[in-house]
């Protein structure tokens, strides 16, 4: 059974920087693709990238303009999402989720949201002075 689940969430100040991390279970990461999703109220599910760790490739929504950066380390099965020059718009809960590499590895993009299986039950960040 797969298993995300996402940490590091919480309230930073405007220009500030966060890591989040998502420990993934019950799958070998490198026969998938972890993204990153956020949800502010009221708003749908955006998708921010996704990291293929088979070979380390990345893909970002244009939004992130190079402050968002996503890892992973695939001994310890997780993923990283780190988050510098935070500004208030970024506050949201912050999701991991599953896909098959193929779907990323075949188009060059990041799939939409339907295609993630697997989800992780999220993590708050706020961004507030």
């Known amino acids: 059974q797969v298993q995300l689940v996402e940490s590091g969430g919480g309230l930073v100040l405007p220009g500030g920087s966060l890591r989040l991390s998502c420990e993934v279970s019950g799958i070998n990461l490198e026969d998938y693709a972890i993204g990153w999703y956020r949800q502010a109220p009221g708003k749908d599910r955006e998708a921010i990238g996704c990291?293929?760790?088979?070979?380390?490739?990345?893909y970002y929504k244009d939004f992130v303009e190079g402050r968002f950066t996503i890892s992973s380390d695939n001994a310890r099965n997780a993923v990283y999402l780190q988050m510098n020059s935070l500004k208030p718009e970024d506050t949201a809960v912050y999701y991991c989720?599953?896909?098959?590499?193929?779907?990323?590895?075949?188009?060059?993009?990041?799939?939409?949201?339907?295609?993630?299986?697997?989800w992780g039950q999220g993590t708050q960040v706020t961004v507030s002075s």
């Open positions: 990291i293929v760790p088979r070979d380390g490739s990345t």
């Open positions: 989720a599953a896909t098959d590499r193929r779907w990323v590895q075949v188009t060059k993009a990041i799939p939409h949201r339907a295609y993630f299986d697997s």
